[in-house]
């Protein structure tokens, strides 16, 4: 693995055990794919830092249980404002 792929896999895994963030937010921030952001969490990280991936897979477990709120939310706040 490249360093720089290293590093950037390292920096995204602190971003977001620290804000929570969801694979989206942390594409947009990194200027990543979505797609790449998720290989690099689920696979990649795993074999750089065992215990930081497990950090990671419990924040994106948590997103992903939340997702059908927060669509919800969206999708109000959308009709509210028309």
Same mark, same amino acid.
């Given at each position: 693995m490249k360093d720089y792929m290293r590093e950037?896999?390292?920096?995204?895994?602190?971003y977001i055990?620290?804000?929570?963030a969801t694979v989206r937010q942390a594409a947009k921030v990194f200027g990543v794919s979505?797609?790449? =952001?998720? /290989?690099?969490?689920?696979?990649r990280l795993l074999e750089?830092?065992?215990?930081?991936?497990?950090? =990671?897979?419990? =924040?994106?477990?948590f997103n992903k249980a939340e997702r059908h709120i927060r669509g919800g939310r969206a999708t109000?706040? /959308?009709?509210?404002?028309?």
């Amino acid at each position: 693995m490249k360093d720089y792929m290293r590093e950037r896999i390292l920096e995204i895994a602190d971003y977001i055990i620290d804000t929570k963030a969801t694979v989206r937010q942390a594409a947009k921030v990194f200027g990543v794919s979505k797609s790449t =952001v998720h /290989k690099d969490m689920t696979e990649r990280l795993l074999e750089i830092n065992p215990q930081k991936a497990i950090e =990671v897979r419990e =924040v994106l477990e948590f997103n992903k249980a939340e997702r059908h709120i927060r669509g919800g939310r969206a999708t109000r706040e /959308k009709y509210i404002h028309l």
